[in-house]
Structures are given as C-alpha cells and as structure tokens.
C-alpha cells in the first residue's frame, strides 16, 4: 500500500477531511479526531491526515498531563497494544486502527507507537512509520536501537541529513559503540547518493558518470551490509549476547533479542527455548511473548515443509502431515487466545477463519456471528458466515447473509465484488440461473478478469444464442 495525497481522496472523505480541519482550528478536538479517525479507517495512507490527527490527539492531550495521569494511560492501555500485536500479523490495517485508538488518549504511549511503526512497515507508508519513531526517539533519547531505526526511516523519505545528525550526536556520547559507527557510516554513504552527486550536477562541478558511479557504490556497500547483518551479523550478535546474558541473566530484552536472532537463522527450537525463558519470568502473562511463540512456532513448520524433497515418492504425505499439524497448532494457540480475551472480536474473527479451514463449519458460524459485530471485519464475517451456511446447504440463510452485507458496501471494491460474486454462487446452487447471471453481471461490467466471471457470462449467452 502506497502513501496518498489529498487528491486521490473521493469526494465524501475530502469532505470529511475538509470538516476535521475546520474543526481543529476551532480547537474542536473530539470531532476533528473523530473526522480524521474516519478517513484513515478508509484511507490508512493518507500521512498528511494522519499528521493532523496526531496534531488533534496532542492539542487536545495539552502536553500530555501530569506523571500520574502518563502512568494511568500506560497501564490501561496495556491490554490494548497487546489486542493490537495479536491484529498484527492477520491485519495490519487493524493494528494500526488499535495504535490510533491508544494515541486518541494519550499521544505520547511509546506502546502504541511502536506498534504504529510495526504495523506501517508492513504497509509501506514510511512517513507514517517516521513520524512514530520520532515520537519514540524523544520519549527515549538515549536507545541506540530506536535512534538507528529513526535514521533509516528518515533516509527513506528523503531527511537523511536529520537522520545522520541524530546518529552523530548519539555516537559523540558513545564513542565506542561500534554498531551505531557502522549505522553512521551507511548514512553518510546514502546521503552522498541522494545529494552529492545530484548537487554536483547542478552546479556544473560533476557530470552523470560521477553519479552513476556514488550510486553503484552506495548500492554495493548496501548488499554488503545486508549480507553482512543476515549472516555474519546476526552470528556475531548471538556471541556477544551470550556472553553478556552469563553476567546479566535477569536481562530480558537479551533473551528476546536471542530469541529473534535464533528465528532469523532459523535455529527455531534455540528460539523456543529463549522464549519459555521469558514465559517463566515475571513477564510470563505479556501477550507479545505469546504471539511470538506462535509466530515462531508456524515458522517452524513452513520450513520444514520448505526442506522437504518435492521429488520423493512420500512429499505429499509428509507435506500434509506437517501442513496438519500446523493448522492444529494455530487453532488451539487461536482457542487459548480467545479464552483469555472472549470479548475480543477480531479474534473471534481469527478463530472462525481457522475453523471454517478445518471443516468445522458449526464452530465456525458461532465465531463468525460474534465476529459479524466489530464494524471493521463485519462485511467480511458476514461473507464467510455465508459460505459456512451454503457448506450446509442451507441456501437461503446464505442468500439472505450476503444480501445483507451488500446493503452496508456501498462502495464496489474488492470485498464487495467478492461477496457479490459468493451470492451469484449460491443462487446457481439453489437452481436460480437468471439471479445468478445478474449478480455476475454487475461484476462483468466493471471487471471482466475478476475470477472466472467472464467465463459464466459468455456461457449464459452463447446459450441463449
């Protein structure tokens, strides 16, 4: 998903933008934020609507608060940053709503951010991601690792020079640390990329060789670095972490970089291993740990089934045998999750998805009835609850489902093509040709590749010819 501009907004979200905007200046905070709140639930990638909203949460925060009120919003929000780390993986659009919600109340939740920056790398919108982190830098001035991040992030959107300042003065304060040289180092090269050669150009002193060449070698010292931070980085890391954890084994965050680390060399059992480290410490109930179990847990199964030989006689068995597994695994991690948090529906969400894909289709329509509830999920709940009753043959419950949650699209996207698509399914297994042609029809109009709907429409009327 790329970053908008205002002008790719339609009409009605211009609009709504437009009345947010008015409403700031009038110092109107709880409407402006519901306006722009609105937007983006739509719109995720329009940053200059994101960067008014942060303005709205912060005017009306009024600074943030006193220590008691900062203390209260961070314990509150606890339960919510962790709903939004469980969102993450399945729907980062989701995740980032959950940071926003967080951020209404409190601005400054450093939790919150950093789930922002999660949720915005995997959607690509690098200004989004930039402006959490410099949220994160101020609220921590001395991390090395939120002041890295920052600088790249920067880089990206075109600010290296404010990215390679805030590693300059960090590195003045910590002369020895050899990593932030390193980050500083691949800072400097990419701002000679992005501007020297450029400038050079411009003002006559250079020539487009030279730029070709600043490029070439910015480009090899990147794959050097990539290479370097996959294997022989992420080896040396683990040493040094090791070596450290012996004089600071109450050092949680040194296990869960391990933890990670294992992941990356894909040594998942070590991993497994780091991580009931930390379940087995105060911090043994924090919800992130748990996901990153699981997470690591699928990963684990993926790459055994990647080592299987595709060639042997018995691929398919072991294949399936693993890809069970795996499926087991997710719904009884999913079952475990909504026990702990029944009341929250995207995971009720989840839970149906997982399973419909196992073939329990009445466990499936309870989750999907409940999950039909959170206003994010509701259309596409609506549409597997469909399907879950079309599996049983029960056509008009499936029909009447669908019909309903196309009364609440009234845009035709991509969901809504697909439910539109599903109903015109469930009218041809119910015998209603005419009913069936009309609905793929309407897709026929506007997307003749989508699926095989070009293929129906022909049929219908090179059999009426």
Same mark, same amino acid.
């Given at each position: ?159 290296? +020079?404010?990215? #390679?300042?805030?590693?300059?003065? /960090?590195?003045?304060?910590? !002369?020895?640390?050899? =990593?932030? &040289?390193?980050? %500083? ?113 699928? +990963?684990?199964? #993926?790459?055994?089934?990647?080592? /299987?030989?595709?060639?042997? !006689?018995?691929?398919? =068995?072991? &294949?399936?045998? %693993? ?143």
């Amino acid at each position: 998903m790329a970053e908008k501009s205002l002008n790719a907004l339609t009409r009605e979200l211009r609009g709504l933008f437009t009345r947010g905007t008015d409403a700031l200046q009038r110092d109107n905070f709880d409407y402006a934020i519901e306006m722009f709140n609105q937007v983006l639930t739509r719109e995720p990638g329009l940053y200059e609507c994101r960067k008014a909203l942060r303005t709205a949460q912060l005017r009306k925060a009024g600074g943030g608060g006193g220590l008691f009120k900062k203390v209260w919003h961070s314990a509150s929000s606890s339960p919510m940053v962790a709903k939004g780390e469980m969102a993450l993986r399945k729907s980062p659009a989701e995740a980032l709503l959950i940071a926003e919600q967080i951020l209404n109340s409190d601005p400054n939740n450093s939790g919150a951010h950093r789930l922002a920056v999660k949720a915005a790398k995997t959607m690509e919108l690098p200004h989004t991601a930039a402006m959490s982190l410099e949220v994160l830098h101020r609220n921590s001035p001395n991390d090395r690792d939120t002041a890295i991040e920052l600088a790249k992030a920067l880089a990206e959107i075109g600010e290296p +020079k404010r990215g #390679e300042k805030i590693l300059a003065d /960090l590195y003045r304060a910590n !002369p020895t640390d050899q =990593e932030l &040289a390193q980050a %500083l180092k691949n800072l400097s090269a990419q701002k000679t990329l992005d501007e020297g050669g450029y400038e050079a150009l411009a003002d006559g002193s250079g020539s487009y060789r030279d730029i070709l060449k600043n490029k070439e070698e910015a480009v090899s010292l990147e794959q050097q670095n990539r290479v370097e931070k996959s294997e022989d980085m992420a080896e040396r890391l683990i040493n040094e972490y090791e070596t450290r954890l012996k004089t600071e084994p109450s050092n949680l965050k040194l296990v869960r970089q391990l933890a990670e680390l294992y992941t990356q060399k894909k040594q998942f059992d070590r991993a497994l291993g780091y991580y009931q480290q930390i379940k087995s410490s105060d911090l043994g109930n924090d919800a992130s740990v748990d996901h990153a179990i699981s997470d690591t847990m699928i +990963k684990k199964y #993926e790459h055994q089934i990647s080592e /299987l030989d595709a060639n042997a !006689p018995d691929y398919a =068995e072991k &294949a399936a045998v %693993l890809e069970a597994e795996k499926q087991a695994f997710q719904l009884s991690e999913c079952q475990k999750r909504v026990e702990h948090f029944p009341t929250d529906l995207q995971m009720r969400f989840e839970l149906g998805q997982l399973y419909f894909q196992a073939g329990k289709i009445s466990e499936a329509i309870g989750e999907f009835q409940k999950a039909q509830n959170n206003p994010h999920r509701r259309a596409v709940a609506m549409n597997y609850l469909a399907q879950c009753f079309a599996k049983r043959k029960m056509y008009d419950l499936a029909a009447r489902t669908l019909q309903n949650a196309l009364k609440e699209k009234p845009v035709l996207d991509d969901e809504k093509k697909d439910l539109i698509y599903n109903l015109g399914c469930v009218f041809e297994m119910m015998g209603k040709k005419e009913d069936a042609i009309e609905q793929f029809k309407v897709i026929y109009e506007v997307d003749i590749g989508y699926k095989d709907v070009a293929a129906k429409v022909d049929r219908y009327y090179s059999g009426q010819g």
